[in-house]
């Protein structure tokens, strides 16, 4: 299934993280002992979602010899351990694990790349610990959700409920590897063989011999409550690291309003629009991987 794929992820090596409530786990390229790109994924991706980036890095000198690439999974995605019982995805803790993975492995000068929820989280993230960063990469992300003109109740109404209903709750199973494909490309705006690699990280065979989704169900849980826009303004103000922008031309509308919103917040921001949609880092990774070599050749 990795198809194209495949020899990037015969060069990757598999890597795993402690943490008080579990194990992340990823994949890198390069020296595991010497990362300089740090890259998360979005909500239920997994760490192939960087596969086609790890293809241009192996391809790119000038960026090999900055250090390794790591793709992480985020708990509960991927590989990495779900949260334990009676316990929740806060999206702060996806913050605070990432917070703590640069803290316990004293990164620095770290690009970091993150897609999605990835980059949300990683906005948060540099707010508190630019020493250890070079530069922050946001894919198709800028700021945060906030609760502005939401009703506070009814959201921790929606979001209790949620969680109530998702604590036992399971994903349905395919005989057939190409049904999870299918079902996965139904709400994709990439093409299949994307969409292949990413199940190909995120479902496994069962004990029935049926093929099931890793992801922890309760991610899906509705947020209970979300910072309002002052708040979030604090924080982007704190991050002093340079970041670079990229969008989708065909990405996510809310990217917009948000650069509006808060572009003033960042002292060193850069916007850049390529061809492709939310998941561009997958469909345009040979531009991705230009704008992150000057990043390196201008650092």
């Known amino acids: 299934m990795p198809g194209q794929f495949s020899e990037t992820l015969a060069a990757a090596s598999a890597v795993s993280y402690r943490m008080p409530w579990g194990t992340i786990k990823g994949l890198c390229w390069g020296n595991p002992k010497d990362i300089k790109y740090v890259c998360t994924h979005g909500w239920l991706d997994n760490a192939h979602s960087f596969l086609p980036l790890a293809q241009q890095y192996l391809r790119n000198n000038a960026m090999r010899t900055q250090g390794g690439l790591l793709a992480l999974d985020w708990a509960g995605h991927g590989l990495s351990d779900h949260r334990p019982a009676g316990t929740h995805y806060h999206f702060i803790d996806y913050a605070y694990d990432l917070w703590s993975l640069l803290e316990q492995q ?106 099931q989704w890793r992801a922890d169900p309760r991610v899906k849980a509705t947020s209970p409550y979300r910072l309002p826009a002052s708040t979030v303004e604090q924080i982007l103000t704190q991050v002093k690291t340079p970041i670079t922008l990229i969008r989708g031309d065909k990405g996510y509308d809310k990217v917009a309003p948000a650069i509006a919103r808060w572009g003033h917040c960042i002292d060193d921001l850069s916007v850049q629009v390529i061809a492709g949609g939310h998941h561009v880092h997958m469909e345009n990774p040979q531009q991705l991987a230009q704008a992150i070599a000057t990043i390196d050749a201008t650092a």
Not at 127 to 133: A, D, M, Q
Not at 163 to 176: A, G
């Open 106 to 211: 004293k990164w620095q000068d770290i690009v970091l790349v993150g897609h999605s929820m990835g980059g949300f989280v990683s906005n948060v993230t540099a707010s508190l610990c630019g020493e250890r960063l070079r530069h922050l990469v946001l894919i198709e992300a800028f700021g945060l959700f906030v609760s502005d003109g939401e009703d506070a109740h009814q959201q921790l109404q929606s979001g209790f409920s949620s969680r109530q209903k998702l604590t036992h709750s399971k994903w349905r199973d395919y005989s057939e590897l190409s049904s999870a494909v299918d079902a996965r490309l139904k709400s994709a705006d990439f093409s299949k063989p994307l969409v292949e690699i990413l199940v190909q990280r995120g479902c496994y065979r069962n004990a029935q011999g049926r093929w």
